[in-house]
């Protein structure tokens, strides 16, 4: 008999759910590709029922690619991967007025503006819809892909073809021979509705947003379900092209409209922050009427050549910020906190709610981020709470109701052993997160990284996702990174096929060994990346991988640098953006025997491609300059950025393997050094020649 979803605790509902997907999944490739049902209507709605059941009692268990948020297949296994020309970059957000106020500060100290010249903004409504990229060559259609992890999408091409609002051939004149239009698929609110209306008459789950649907319906295999759900595209910007025809990103947008594609009329151009502001408000007050879904508005500095030289931080550019809109907010009661632990072995407090709808989404948890905002926020067991859903997505206790707290309600202690291992859970000095010091031996932190080594960012099996590793880890096939790719060696000789595990079949597992053996060969900086290891996100990945080139350099230099006063060690700390908690991280993971064992197992399993620099045609490229001194004519942030966007590395310090040095007035030890060390040194004027400026 079936355990009542009612019963269930989030532990028993995630691995239901698990099942409910696969054998919802294995009956869909049967009806829709197959043409061979193996369930009778009814049965298989009883599935999709208790699975919805189920994502309405815990919500976090909802994904983008589950069968409530979709029609038919999975079908990101018909798309192949495409590279972006050009990164489709994400943006950085601002919440509060004075946040778009230090945004447009910023760009004045980066571009060393005077207080007077006024930097005019582009101001535009975000669209909550999925991201994508269009290139056109010589006029015509050629390739849709898109976000994905902004350095990789999946290619959409067909489905784009059906969308109305994305011209085959570009109209108009004066398009460039390689134009990468960029923009937002959308549904609108009108178009969802009958969606749903649709869904309901066919006795099928509803969609959740238009979002989702937008998203379901571009990655459907069959492109004539694509053009049967009126998706829409508004255009917000380019990637790469061969030629400009405007020196302003408002006269780019103009031109872009006259080339046949949809810009968004709410689009101001503003030359104060009370402007933008104004129009972040006045397009507030319409959100609601639009017939479409905004999370905010979007600000770029309108000139190109600033653009240019702003460039970009991280996976955003420094030119653009997206100012979003106040959440949602709801009260309810907290009737107890739970604590979960993190890959990291970071312990975090998370409330457990009565549930309540908060932007039209139904919550049972949300954050408490760590032990001192319990303190601050005076959290307790039983207390009523105020609920928002911080940038309309994660859902965070913002206050207590105090006038409604229970008489017994207790102050909440905080555990300082690990409730998965029993481990002791301490706090560094300047931490406001607890963490487990169990390491490998933590169930949940070994579980954690082999979901994190999957996700996207890092190795991106398909058809491999958390709740694959998190099924294969409970059926002990996988205990190490490594394990993974020798699935199919261990599938040989199992006693329990995976083929004949619910929700397998033969094609599923030969195509997700295909994917696997898929990723045998991964670049350096995402190898970096998967490990998991502290402090090293994408961002800090791509810089040590850029600094090192290859895995056996980056090996031998960990080994080396564990001497704090060798060269190797001083070396590391001179990669600029990389200070000393982010090498104390790598050098506590690469100084433990049990994570080297790791690494090299996994080595003997995957290839790990060299880093390639920027292929840029410069004198500088792959070469380590040090700016000292005082540079008059820019700032230093953009005199680093410009060097780095060609090609070069900078360091903080002078040393044998710097190559040149940029001195302004003002120079002292470093220009001493340089000049001790033969090192070539130029002036300010020197470089902006050589930069190009």
Known sequence: MEQPVEDMTLEEAGAEHERLVGEIRRNDELYYNRDAPALSDADYDALRKRLLAIEAKYPELITPDSPSQKVGTAPSAGFSKVRHALPMLSLNNAFEDGDVQDFIDRVRR???????QAVEILAEPKIDGLSCSVRYEKGKLVLAATRGDGQEGEDVTANVRTIDDIPNTLTGKGWPEVFEVRGEIYMTKPDFLKLNEVQEAAGKARYANPRNSAAGSLRQLDSEITRSRRLRFFAWGWGEVSATSSERQSGM??????????????????????????????????????????DG???????????????????????????????????????????????????TPVAKLEPVTVGGVVVQNATLHNEDEIRRKDIREGDTVIIQRAGDVIPQVVAVVIDKRPRDAKEFEFPTVCPVCGSHAEREEGEAVRRCTGGLICEAQRKERLRHFVSRDAFDIEGLGEKQIAAFWHDRRIDSPADIFRLAEIEKTSDRPLEATEGWGKTSVANLFAAIDARRHIGLDRFLYALGIRHIGQENARLLARHYLTMAALKEAMAAAQDPESEARRDLLDIDGIGPKVAAALLDFFGEALNLAVVDDLLSEVTVTDFEPPRMDTSIAGKTLVFTGTLEKMSRDEAKARAQAMGAKVAGSVSKKTDLVIAGPGAGSKLAQAQALGVVVIDEDAWIEMAGL
């Open 253 to 294: 947008m103009a031109q872009i409209a006259s080339w046949g594609f949809v810009v968004n009329p709410e689009l101001e151009v503003c030359d104060s922050v009370e402007q933008a502001l104004g129009v972040y408000h006045r397009i507030g007050e319409i959100r609601a009427s639009l017939p479409y879904d905004i």
């Open 297 to 347: 508005v979007v600000y770029k500095v309108d000139r190109l050549d600033w653009q240019e030289r702003l460039g970009m931080v991280s996976r955003a550019p420094r030119w653009a910020i997206a100012h979003k809109f106040p959440a949602e907010q709801a009260q309810t009661v907290l009737h107890n906190i739970d604590i979960q632990v993190g890959r990291t072995g970071a312990l």
């Open 110 to 116: 980066f571009l060393g503006l005077p207080a007077e």
